[in-house]
T-cell receptor, first 112, second 114 residues
Framework: QKEVEQNSGPLSVPEGAIASLNCTYS??????FFWYRQYSGKSPELIMF????GDKEDGRFTAQLNKASQYVSLLIRDSQPSDSATYLC????????????FGQGTELSVKP | NAGVTQTPKFQVLKTGQSMTLQCAQD?????MYWYRQDPGMGLRLIYY???????DKGEVPNGYNVSRLNKREFSLRLESAAPSQTSVYFC?????????????FGPGTRLTVL
């Protein structure tokens, strides 16, 4: 079992819809959870991070963390074609020098 | 601020050749990281440097060496390149090597080993 798992997709949603991206992790010692967006041929850029159970909202983006279920998700409201990218989930563990452990990424396609 | 810069952007090597990938950051960050990205595999950590003067192995260190030249620069060396090292290499940095610090990524180096 991979330490961080994502559905590789592609996930296709119509413009204006809510896109829901999911990530599960296996190590209960995981401490912080990051969502990076990566456009084709570009480097990852941070969208959000979360480390407490519950929801965290930033504009059209909401990250949700459930440590009991070892599950973190990213919701994108009012999806736009410019949101089409690969979304990478990453986790860190305490005392590990901030090392990120990535999932394989979910490709999102927003259709006009 | 340029952020994190990497050179070269593209490189083609023959099996057995050596090369060094350069990375520099101008954000006065303490921690630096090298990742490789292969299709369908996400990013995997090769080596990291929690602070100037220290380096540690990540998930996939075999075939690589690193040097933390100073606080700004962290280089990755392939001593004898193999086709399995064909990948996109990303350097990243963060203020401190803790669980809560965002990592900023460079533009990447696309390496092909023939």
């Amino acid at each position: 079992q991979k330490e961080v798992e994502q559905n590789s997709g592609p996930l296709s949603v119509p413009e204006g819809a809510i896109a829901s991206l999911n990530c599960t992790y296996s190590d209960r010692g995981s401490q912080s959870f990051f969502w990076y967006r990566q456009y084709s041929g570009k480097s990852p850029e941070l969208i959000m991070f979360i480390y407490s159970n519950g929801d965290k909202e930033d504009g059209r983006f909401t990250a949700q963390l459930n440590k009991a279920s070892q599950y973190v998700s990213l919701l994108i409201r009012d999806s736009q074609p410019s949101d089409s990218a690969t979304y990478l989930c990453a986790v860190t563990r305490q005392g590990q020098g901030g090392k990120l452990i990535f999932g394989q990424g979910t490709e999102l396609s927003v259709k006009p | 601020n340029a952020g994190v810069t990497q050179t070269p952007k593209f490189q083609v090597l023959k099996t057995g050749q050596s090369m060094t990938l350069q990375c520099a950051q101008d954000m006065n960050h303490n921690s630096m990281y090298w990742y490789r990205q292969d299709p369908g595999m996400g990013l995997r950590l090769i080596y990291y440097s929690a602070s100037e003067g220290t380096t540690d192995k990540g998930e996939v260190p075999n075939g690589y060496n690193v040097s933390r030249l100073n606080k700004r620069e962290f280089s990755l060396r392939l001593e004898s390149a193999a086709p399995s090292q064909t990948s996109v290499y990303f350097c990243a940095s963060s203020d401190r090597g803790t669980s809560y610090n965002e990592q900023f990524f460079g533009p990447g180096t696309r390496l092909t080993v023939l």
